[in-house]
């Protein structure tokens, strides 16, 4: 059966890799545009299967489920409420983006504002992507895989810590791979191979669980989950939960519209679509994507919990708390529930998606490093094959620096809530200003400038420094980012009321690709946001409110101790 294991695993990750290879081989890579966005020439199912699997790695297979195990279905607004963002980028964000022909985000701050606006924003970006980012993609990637496959038994090394180490620099070396030789188009085709993968797999993965707590009937399993799930079953999350329900209005919306509409890992792909309306039908479709979310990145965690609460599933447990090890549940479901062959197709599925997301923030980040620092600061001579080398080489460093990082990670304690927690810290400033330079022409550079330091500043002092931290934890934190973010704007309308710039920004096309929208647009977002009412209602429970958050799951065994 092991060997079994192996020879799937590896067979997958050939055929993605050669794949990849027979489609983009004769793609050109050496100017700027072809390198950084597959010389705007991006269909909207590969956008869509880019987009989908470039947010969906470990740190939301594992690290969702592992809260879905600790809190329930209400964390499902982790993927249900980024719909509503990916309707914003289809309607509102991409038309602006396409409109002006840029290739980053800190490229249009600069053409809205000036130099100062677009290195501020470049290095924010930049030190958020090498230092929290990545080696998170790396290490909740690297996790996941330990839990999956028996690596101890393939390289003969039992060390837990040393197959980290060796997983991590794995990872980081074919993912690498990807995105410093083939560029966008390679990450995005690639993406796309994983991503039809990582779809069967998380549905068989939900479809195994059904069938193990049914005691080997699906239906069974089924009519056990909806009928003894009791409270967790709640779509609405108590106040002091991972994903409160008055949250969704506030801070948990605006972390996801910078995740889906100014995030340049994900802004990317669509900045290099054939012309906006594959980009509004490969940005919507992801969306639809995403509302089967929960079926394989919440419903997991929770039958996880179920089965962990009756014996049936063993997870390490910590003897002073008796609480379980959340981010080993889906792991430990997974070993338990997939039968040999799948599991070695299930870890080259985990793989890939810990490769898409990798390479594609490493493909970002060459991307703003060479346009943004290198061309613009130190060589502005240089020619799109030397632009492109030099970030290839930045590249290379960045993922040292990355396999470095990584393992000390170890004691970051929940990974998913702390990387929700370090964007709203680094990246609401950005939209901020991103959202008052599209929508006004006299707002001036120095606005903006001030709200981007001064507004990380402040959201600093709410996530580290008392009694501001006291404070935002009275509101809540979603509650407090959404404040901060509104001070932003308004401080910087005002500003642009009082002292406005004295010639008014030129919004002009760029004539970079065409800009005819898809007339299926609006209704099918339409369509969408309904969707997202009726799941909320389905499962909705307004007493939470006055409950709190369900209890955390403790081993049947310490229960009976207590």
Same mark, same amino acid.
């Given at each position: 059966?092991?060997?079994?294991?192996? #020879?799937?695993?590896?067979?997958?990750?050939?055929?993605?890799?050669?794949?990849?290879?027979?489609?983009?081989? %004769?793609?050109?890579?050496?100017?700027?545009?072809?390198?950084?966005?597959?010389?705007?020439?991006?269909?909207? $199912?590969?956008?869509?299967?880019?987009?989908?699997?470039?947010?969906?790695?470990?740190?939301?297979?594992?690290?969702?489920?592992?809260?879905?195990?600790?809190?329930?279905?209400?964390?499902?607004?982790?993927?249900?409420?980024?719909?509503?963002?990916?309707?914003?980028?289809?309607?509102?964000?991409?038309?602006?983006?396409?409109?002006?022909?840029?290739?980053?985000?800190?490229?249009?701050?600069?053409?809205?504002?000036?130099?100062?606006?677009?290195?501020?924003?470049?290095?924010?970006?930049?030190?958020?992507?090498?230092?929290?980012?990545?080696?998170?993609?790396?290490?909740?990637?690297?996790?996941?895989?330990?839990?999956?496959?028996?690596?101890?038994?393939?390289?003969?090394?039992?060390?837990?810590?040393?197959?980290?180490?060796?997983?991590?620099? @794995?990872?980081?070396?074919?993912?690498?791979?990807?995105?410093?030789?083939?560029?966008?188009?390679?990450?995005?085709?690639?993406?796309?191979?994983?991503?039809?993968?990582?779809?069967?797999?998380?549905?068989?993965?939900?479809?195994?669980?059904?069938?193990?707590?049914?005691?080997?009937?699906?239906?069974?399993?089924?009519?056990?989950?909806?009928?003894?799930?009791?409270?967790?079953?709640?779509?609405?999350?108590?106040?002091?939960?991972?994903?409160?329900?008055?949250?969704?209005?506030?801070?948990?919306?605006?972390?996801?519209?910078?995740?889906?509409?100014?995030?340049?890992?994900?802004?990317?792909?669509?900045?290099?679509?054939?012309?906006?309306?594959?980009?509004?039908?490969?940005?919507?479709?992801?969306?639809?994507?995403?509302?089967?979310? $929960?079926?394989?990145? @919440?419903?997991?965690?929770?039958?996880?919990?179920?089965?962990?609460?009756?014996?049936?599933?063993? !997870?390490? @447990?910590?003897?002073?708390?008796?609480?379980?090890?959340?981010?080993?549940?889906?792991?430990?479901?997974?070993?338990?529930?997939?039968?040999?062959?799948? &599991?070695?197709?299930?870890?080259?599925?985990?793989?890939?998606?810990?490769?898409?997301?990798?390479?594609?923030?490493?493909?970002?980040?060459?991307?703003?490093?060479?346009?943004?620092?290198?061309?613009?600061?130190?060589?502005?001579?240089?020619?799109?094959?030397?632009?492109?080398?030099?970030?290839?080489?930045?590249?290379?460093?960045?993922?040292?620096?990355?396999?470095?990082?990584?393992?000390?990670?170890?004691?970051?304690?929940?990974?998913?809530?702390?990387?929700?927690?370090?964007?709203?810290?680094?990246?609401?400033?950005?939209?901020?200003?991103?959202?008052?330079?599209?929508?006004?022409? &006299?707002?001036?550079?120095?606005?903006?400038?001030?709200?981007?330091?001064?507004?990380?500043?402040?959201?600093?002092?709410?996530?580290?420094?008392? $009694?501001? %931290?006291?404070? #935002?934890? #009275?509101?809540?934190?979603?509650?407090?980012?959404?404040?901060?973010?509104?001070?932003?704007?308004?401080?910087?309308?005002?500003?642009?009321?009082?002292?406005?710039?004295?010639? $008014?920004? #030129?919004?002009?096309?760029?004539?970079?690709?065409?800009?005819?929208?898809? &007339?299926?647009?609006?209704?099918?977002?339409? @369509?969408?946001? !309904?969707?997202?009412?009726?799941?909320?209602?389905?499962?909705?429970?307004?007493?939470?409110?006055?409950?709190? &958050?369900?209890?955390?799951?403790?081993?049947?065994?310490? %229960?009976?101790?207590?």
């Amino acid at each position: 059966m092991f060997i079994v294991t192996i #020879a799937s695993f590896l067979l997958f990750t050939a055929l993605v890799a050669v794949g990849t290879w027979l489609i983009v081989r %004769k793609h050109e890579t050496s100017s700027r545009e072809g390198f950084f966005l597959a010389g705007r020439s991006l269909t909207f $199912p590969v956008i869509a299967g880019s987009l989908l699997l470039t947010n969906l790695s470990t740190e939301q297979m594992v690290g969702l489920n592992g809260s879905a195990f600790k809190e329930g279905m209400a964390v499902m607004a982790w993927e249900v409420v980024a719909v509503v963002a990916l309707v914003l980028m289809a309607l509102w964000f991409l038309p602006k983006f396409l409109r002006s022909g840029v290739t980053t985000v800190p490229e249009y701050l600069r053409l809205r504002f000036n130099e100062t606006t677009g290195a501020i924003c470049n290095f924010v970006v930049l030190f958020s992507y090498v230092v929290i980012l990545l080696p998170i993609i790396l290490y909740t990637g690297a996790r996941g895989m330990l839990d999956i496959l028996d690596l101890g038994q393939i390289i003969g090394v039992q060390n837990e810590v040393t197959q980290l180490y060796i997983l991590v620099v @794995v990872v980081a070396i074919i993912g690498g791979a990807y995105a410093l030789c083939g560029g966008l188009s390679s990450c995005a085709v690639s993406d796309t191979l994983n991503g039809i993968g990582l779809l069967i797999g998380g549905f068989l993965i939900s479809y195994f669980s059904f069938t193990v707590l049914g005691d080997g009937g699906f239906s069974a399993g089924v009519e056990k989950f909806f009928n003894q799930s009791g409270d967790r079953l709640n779509s609405l999350g108590a106040n002091d939960s991972e994903a409160p329900f008055f949250g969704l209005f506030t801070g948990i919306l605006l972390i996801h519209t910078f995740y889906w509409c100014t995030n340049q890992q994900i802004i990317q792909r669509t900045l290099g679509a054939k012309g906006l309306a594959e980009g509004q039908k490969g940005v919507l479709l992801t969306g639809a994507l995403k509302l089967l979310g $929960p079926i394989y990145l @919440v419903i997991p965690g929770m039958i996880a919990a179920m089965l962990f609460m009756k014996g049936t599933l063993n !997870i390490p @447990v910590n003897p002073d708390t008796g609480m379980a090890a959340s981010d080993k549940a889906y792991g430990a479901l997974v070993n338990l529930v997939l039968p040999a062959p799948l &599991k070695g197709f299930f870890a080259a599925v985990l793989l890939g998606a810990i490769l898409s997301s990798f390479n594609s923030v490493l493909n970002s980040t060459c991307t703003l490093f060479s346009l943004d620092i290198y061309k613009r600061w130190i060589n502005r001579t240089a020619d799109d094959r030397r632009v492109v080398k030099m970030g290839q080489i930045f590249g290379f460093i960045v993922t040292i620096a990355s396999i470095i990082i990584a393992p000390m990670l170890m004691k970051a304690g929940s990974i998913f809530g702390y990387l929700q927690s370090m964007n709203g810290l680094t990246f609401i400033p950005l939209l901020a200003v991103v959202v008052v330079a599209m929508n006004t022409r &006299k707002v001036p550079t120095a606005a903006a400038n001030t709200v981007l330091i001064l507004g990380m500043i402040l959201n600093g002092l709410g996530y580290f420094v008392s $009694p501001v %931290k006291e404070w #935002a934890a #009275a509101v809540g934190q979603f509650h407090f980012v959404a404040i901060v973010f509104a001070l932003m704007v308004i401080a910087m309308l005002l500003w642009g009321k009082i002292a406005p710039q004295k010639v $008014p920004f #030129a919004d002009e096309d760029a004539k970079a690709t065409d800009l005819t929208p898809w &007339k299926f647009a609006c209704p099918a977002a339409v @369509v969408l946001i !309904i969707v997202i009412g009726i799941i909320y209602a389905c499962f909705a429970d307004f007493s939470v409110f006055g409950k709190g &958050k369900p209890a955390y799951p403790a081993a049947p065994a310490i %229960k009976a101790v207590k």
